[in-house]
């Protein structure tokens, strides 16, 4: 095409014919913008197309991270909620000042008080996404919002685990006194000898004082209390987060 239009030039020039030879000179520089601009579309056409393939990678890892986080947060809810169901079976005996058999209110008190709740979502491929400086580049904006604010809401998470873990402390810091045997609850719990390997005792001390015990009643119950703000609170509003985060990622992989 262009070669014709320089022939044509040409023959124009040649005959002299300068209004013809200026309208076929303007029409040969439009065509080359025109080829320019077309190229370029393609260009642009394509740099979009890999980033979008980049972008489904991206987030089918995402989805994969966040359902196993789904799996680790709903497993940590339940271990919540029976730790904090099993605390407020010992505070109704405190309540009703009904005295359990000693074994039953050890594995209450192990189980009440032996498990750390920690949440520790799968993070790498989200962390190396916002490293990277890629989270740009993710087209929902809703979802963009959601990943980017995702390491403040699982520290704020973190700070709430941290207080729950003190509150614990404060429980079991009766047991390093007088006023608790921490010997009998690992001994009726069957930690000492089948987990530890050591000898159970000949004469344990008894733990059935504590169902009288205000200190512990006053330690006990902020326990409960914050175990249960936990859930309420904090894991159950996240796990919303997550299924919205996964609905979204859904939604754009399809």
């Known amino acids: 095409m262009l070669r014709l239009f320089r022939k044509i030039r040409l023959k124009l020039f040649r005959e002299n014919k300068v209004s013809h030879y200026m309208l076929y000179a303007l029409g040969e520089i439009i065509l080359i ?5 077309i190229a370029m579309e393609i260009g642009n056409w394509n740099e979009q197309r ?7 990678v991206y987030l089918q890892g995402l989805q994969s991270e966040f359902e196993q986080s789904l799996n680790k947060l709903q497993t940590l809810i339940e271990v919540n909620k029976s730790v904090y169901e099993d605390a407020k ?9 009904y005295f359990p058999e000693e074994q039953h209110l050890s594995i209450l008190i192990f189980n009440a008080f032996s498990r750390e709740q920690a949440y520790n979502p799968n993070n790498s491929l989200l962390n190396e996404i916002i490293s990277a400086g890629y989270l740009k580049n993710i087209t929902n904006p809703e979802l963009r919002r959601e990943l980017s604010s995702w390491e403040s ?15 614990r402390e404060l429980v079991l810091d009766i047991f390093r006194k007088d006023t608790g045997s921490m010997r009998t609850v690992l001994e009726q719990a069957n930690i000492i000898d089948q987990q530890m390997g050591l000898k ?8 059935l004082n504590l ?10 119950l ?11 609170e904090h894991y159950k509003p996240l796990l919303d ?3 919205r985060i996964l609905q979204l990622l859904e939604e754009e992989i399809k």
């Open 89 to 97: 079976k010992i505070a109704d005996y405190i309540t009703t000042g």
């Open 222 to 232: 902020p326990y409960i209390l914050t175990g249960m703000m936990m859930e309420s």
């Open 50 to 56: 890999k980033i979008r393939q980049l972008e489904l």
């Open 153 to 167: 809401v699982i520290q704020g998470i973190h700070r709430q685990e941290a207080t729950l873990r003190e509150q």
């Open 211 to 220: 169902i009288t015990s205000r200190e512990f009643e006053n330690n006990l």
């Open 200 to 207: 159970k005792s000949k004469n344990q001390d008894s733990n």
């Open 33 to 37: 913008v025109i080829g320019i601009l």
């Open 241 to 243: 987060r997550i299924n």
